[in-house]
T-cell receptor, first 116, second 114 residues
Framework: DTGVSQDPRHKITKRGQNVTFRCDPI?????LYWYRQTLGQGPEFLTY????????KSRLLSDRFSAERPKGSFSTLEIQRTEQGDSAMYLC??????????????FGEGSRLTVL | GESVGLHLPTLSVQEGDNSIINCAYS??????FIWYKQESGKGPQFIID?????DKRQGQRVTVLLNKTVKHLSLQIAATQPGDSAVYFC?????????????FGKGTHLIIQP
């Protein structure tokens, strides 16, 4: 399967713990996005990378959230000191777009986080 | 407030009938629109897109209509099949908003009745 893959698919953690999600985008895609989706809502933008550079961050991305894409390939999203409000589906998407608009995003199946 | 809105949380249609899913947007500067389909437990999947210089675009069994006058977007699915059951999201983008400019609505849950 050459689509976007995310790991783990499900994570249950206790409040205050740190969690890390990994995303492997489609290999030839330059852009990588992180979105958050809560039940009954559409995805909300968190951040995106153009190759290894993190170019945009949403106001939703508090100081407890950090994302990296060290070699311009896979990316990690870490949440420190998790809170119950962090419970959501974390979606990764990639795009071949180089310039301008976001365009078509290819989403992974998401990592569902439950904070107890 | 939201710039892309949900106007019918659940739509139930008979198998074989046509489905029409509606979406309104409030940012008149938005110039690119996408429909995504999300099946339970999966990530959103691209269906069709349309730029603001068009008012209609057709794909396989799907048609997107854009009415810029009333800022309305619709997705028509012909001959609805059980596999069309999913949540459908419209998303809009303003090209001047940078690459993070894709804003999703809340979605419409399409239910197919046998």
């Amino acid at each position: 399967d050459t689509g976007v893959s995310q790991d783990p698919r499900h994570k249950i953690t206790k409040r205050g713990q740190n969690v890390t999600f990994r995303c492997d985008p489609i290999s030839e895609h330059n852009r990588l996005y992180w979105y958050r989706q809560t039940l009954g809502q559409g995805p909300e933008f968190l951040t995106y990378f153009q190759n290894e550079a993190q170019l945009e961050k949403s106001r939703l991305l508090s100081d407890r959230f950090s994302a990296e894409r060290p070699k311009g390939s896979f990316s990690t999203l870490e949440i420190q000191r998790t809170e119950q409000g962090d419970s959501a589906m974390y979606l990764c998407a990639s795009s071949p777009s180089l310039v301008g608009r976001t365009g078509e995003l290819f989403f992974g199946e998401g990592s569902r986080l439950t904070v107890l | 407030g939201e710039s892309v809105g949900l106007h019918l949380p659940t739509l139930s249609v008979q198998e074989g009938d046509n489905s029409i899913i509606n979406c309104a947007y409030s940012n008149s500067a938005s110039d690119y629109f996408i429909w995504y389909k999300q099946e339970s437990g999966k990530g959103p999947q691209f269906i069709i897109d349309i730029r603001s210089n068009m008012d209609k675009r057709q794909g396989q069994r799907v048609t997107v209509l854009l009415n810029k006058t009333v800022k309305h977007l619709s997705l028509q699915i012909a001959a609805t099949q059980p596999g069309d059951s999913a949540v459908y999201f419209c998303a809009e983008e303003y090209s001047g908003g940078g690459a993070d400019g894709l804003t999703f609505g809340k979605g419409t849950h399409l239910i197919i009745q046998p």
